[in-house]
């Protein structure tokens, strides 16, 4: 039995489950409506004003080049050390507990820091410093929030 359980939250991208850090995600909303965004910044939905706050929403699959999410459902707030974003995912099934020490990185790369297997499911676990560093390549958020 491993003790090094961690708490992450699983979501679909269309079909993929991935697995955030509980620690990454700040909140889970409903889909919104989106303000158009004033660039051509890849991945880049559009804007969206929580709470007085305005944050740049991304579709990850466009941003890396995997398609694009059809139909968005909910928006992850995700805490990034450099800037908060939104994040549009199709799906959000829960929390799930991951050993670290059972997690296999032979398919890690990109955003993705390692996958795990359980109950014949196979999950993709975030690096959130990888996702960092793959927004942070295909638009610098700041700046498109500063053009406001």
């Known amino acids: 039995m491993s003790m090094s359980n961690e708490m992450w939250v699983v979501v679909q991208l ?7 850090p509980a620690t990454l ?12 965004v004033p660039s051509n910044a890849l991945g880049v939905m559009g804007l ?4 007085g706050e305005t944050l740049a929403v991304i579709d990850i699959q466009q941003m890396t080049g995997y398609g694009q999410i059809t139909e968005p459902s909910f928006l ?3 805490d990034l050390s450099e800037t908060r974003v ?3 995912v199709t799906k959000v099934e829960g929390v799930q507990y991951f050993a670290m020490d059972e997690a ?10 390692g996958t795990i297997e359980k109950e014949d499911r196979l999950y993709q676990l975030i690096s959130p410093a990888a ?5 942070a390549q295909h638009t610098d958020v ?4 500063d053009e406001l």
């Open 14 to 20: 269309d079909t993929e489950p991935l697995a955030f």
């Open 25 to 36: 995600i700040k909140e889970v909303v409903p889909w919104q409506p989106l303000h158009p």
């Open 48 to 51: 969206v004003s929580l709470r």
């Open 76 to 78: 992850l707030v995700l």
């Open 86 to 88: 939104g994040m549009a």
């Open 104 to 113: 296999d990185t032979n398919m890690a790369g990109g955003f993705i820091q």
């Open 131 to 135: 996702l960092e560093q793959v927004i």
């Open 142 to 145: 700041k700046s498109l929030i």
